[in-house]
C-alpha cells in the first residue's frame, strides 16, 4: 500500500498541471517536456542496478544474520552509483545539440530552448543514481513507509515545481528543468537522511573484500541490461515517433500513455515490497517463496484485467475533460491498442522480480538485450504504415512476448 501510494499520489496531484503546462507551452513544447520527466523521473534507472543489487544483498545478509557487512554493501553502493550518475550525466550533456538539432525534429524556432533544457536536466542525473542507492538499502530493511514518503514528497515537486516557476516567471522549457532538477535535490537531500535512520552500525569499519564488491557490480551490471534496457524499450518509441512523424504527434501517444501506464503502479508495487522479502526467503524458506509467488500473480491478474477494462471506458472521457475532443479522438486508436499491453508489462512484473530476487540475472538482461533488437525494427516499420497505431501495436506484441518467456523461465527454474 505506501509502494502504490508513494507513485499514485504525486502523478493525482500532477495530472493537475497538465492543463495549464499544455496552454502555456504548446502541443510541441509539451511534448519535449514529457520527454524531460522522463529523463528526470527515471533516471535513476541509469544507476546500472546497483540500487536493486544493494537491496538484494543487504536482504540476504539480514537474513543469514551477515550484519556486519551491511556498513560495506552500502558505501560500495554509494561511491559506484554516484560515479555512474556522473558518467551519464555528461554524456547527455554532450548529446543535448544533436538531440535538439537533428534527432527530435524540433521546429528551428525552439531548438534552443530544448538544448538548454536538455543542458540543465543532466545535471539531476547523477542525484538520481544516488538516490537509488540509498533507496535501495532503505528498502532492504523494509522501510517502505518512510521510502515512499521521500517518493511522494519527490515525486510530487516532480510536477508542481515546473507548473510554479512558469506561472511565477514565465519563461520556457528552461525554467521547467531548473525546477526539475531542483526536485531531484530535494529527494536527494531526504534519501541522505533517511540513510542515517536504518538500522545497522554505520560507525563500522568493516569494507567488503574486492572479490564481493566486484560480486555486487557483477550483479548490478546484469540487473542494469534489464534496467538501462527497460525503461528504453518502454519510452523509446516516443522518440521515434518524435523522429518519424514530428514531435508535434508526439503528445498525442505520450498523454494517454503516461495516464495508462499508472495502472502499473500497482504490479510495481507488489514487485517493490516482494524484492526484498523473496530474496531472504528464498535462502531459507523456498517452498513459501514459490507459494507467495503464485498467490501474487493470481490477484496480480484479476486486478490488472479489472483496471484495464474500466480504463477502456474511462479514458476518452477523461482525455477530452484534460485536453479536448480532437486530442481524445486522435488518441482514441492508440489508447486500445495500449491497454492490452499494459496487462501483460503489468503480470511481466512478478516473474521479473522474482528471478532478479533468486540471483536469475543473466536471463533477464539477454532477453531484453533480444528484445530490443527485435523491437526497434518492428517499431520503426508500424510507425511508417500505421503510424501511431503501430508505435501501440508494436509496443504491445513486445510486452506479451516479455511476459511469456519470464514466466517459462521461473518455472523451468521452480519445477
Keep these: 500500500m505506501w509502494n502504490m501510494l508513494g507513485a499514485f499520489l504525486p502523478i493525482a496531484i500532477g495530472a493537475l498541471s497538465v492543463p495549464y503546462l499544455l496552454r502555456h507551452l504548446g502541443i510541441e513544447r509539451f511534448g519535449i517536456l514529457t520527454l524531460l520527466w522522463t529523463i528526470v523521473g527515471y533516471a535513476s534507472l541509469f544507476d546500472l542496478g546497483l540500487g536493486r543489487a544493494a537491496t538484494q544483498q543487504i536482504a540476504s545478509r539480514i537474513a543469514l544474520g551477515k550484519e556486519a557487512d551491511i556498513a560495506g554493501v552500502i558505501s560500495t553502493a554509494t561511491l559506484l552509483t554516484t560515479i555512474i550518475g556522473v558518467v551519464f550525466g555528461l554524456l547527455l550533456a554532450g548529446c543535448s545539440g544533436l538531440l535538439a538539432g537533428r534527432v527530435l525534429h524540433v521546429s528551428a524556432a525552439n531548438v534552443a530552448d530544448v538544448r538548454e533544457a536538455l543542458l540543465i536536466v543532466s545535471l539531476g542525473i547523477p542525484m538520481a543514481t544516488l538516490s537509488n542507492g540509498l533507496r535501495g538499502a532503505a528498502e532492504a530493511f523494509r522501510r517502505f513507509a518512510d521510502v ?19 506561472w511565477i516567471w514565465g519563461g520556457g522549457l528552461a525554467t521547467v528543468a531548473i525546477m526539475l532538477v531542483c526536485a531531484r535535490l530535494l529527494g536527494l537531500l531526504l534519501f541522505m537522511r533517511l540513510r542515517r535512520q536504518l538500522p545497522y552500525d554505520q560507525t563500522s569499519l568493516v569494507r567488503l573484500s574486492a ?75 523456498p517452498h513459501q517463496a514459490r507459494q507467495l509467488f503464485t498467490t501474487l500473480v493470481k490477484r496480480t491478474a484479476l486486478i490488472m484485467a479489472a483496471l484495464c477494462m474500466g480504463c477502456a471506458f474511462l479514458i476518452h472521457p477523461v482525455l477530452t475533460y484534460f485536453a479536448s475532443p480532437e486530442f481524445a479522438n486522435r488518441s482514441d486508436p492508440v489508447v486500445y491498442v495500449l491497454l492490452i499491453g499494459i496487462f501483460f508489462n503489468g503480470l511481466a512484473n512478478i516473474p521479473y522480480t522474482a528471478l532478479h530476487s533468486i540471483g536469475s540475472v543473466r536471463f533477464t538482461g539477454a532477453l531484453h538485450v533480444t528484445e530490443l533488437i527485435c523491437y526497434v525494427p518492428v517499431l520503426v516499420v508500424l510507425l511508417k504504415t500505421l503510424g501511431l497505431p503501430g508505435a501501440a501495436l508494436a509496443w504491445t506484441l513486445r510486452t506479451a512476448a516479455d511476459c511469456g518467456f519470464l514466466f517459462a523461465k521461473y518455472w523451468r527454474l521452480n519445477r
Excluded: H
Aim: charged share 10%; with cysteine.
Design 148 to 166: 515512499n514518503l521521500v517518493k511522494i514528497i519527490t515525486g510530487t515537486a516532480i510536477f508542481l515545481l515546473p507548473l510554479c516557476g512558469t
Design 211 to 285: 572479490s564481493e564488491s566486484r560480486g555486487i557490480a557483477l550483479t548490478g551490471l546484469w540487473m542494469s541490461i534489464s534496467g538501462v534496457i527497460s525503461p528504453l524499450l518502454i519510452y523509446m518509441d516516443r522518440f521515434l515517433i518524435a523522429n518519424i512523424l514530428g514531435a508535434v504527434n508526439v503528445a498525442y501517444y505520450t498523454t494517454p500513455f503516461e495516464i495508462l501506464v499508472r495502472l502499473l503502479i500497482l504490479p510495481a508495487a507488489i514487485g517493490s515490497s516482494l524484492f526484498p522479502r523473496f530474496s531472504a526467503q528464498y535462502s531459507t524458506e
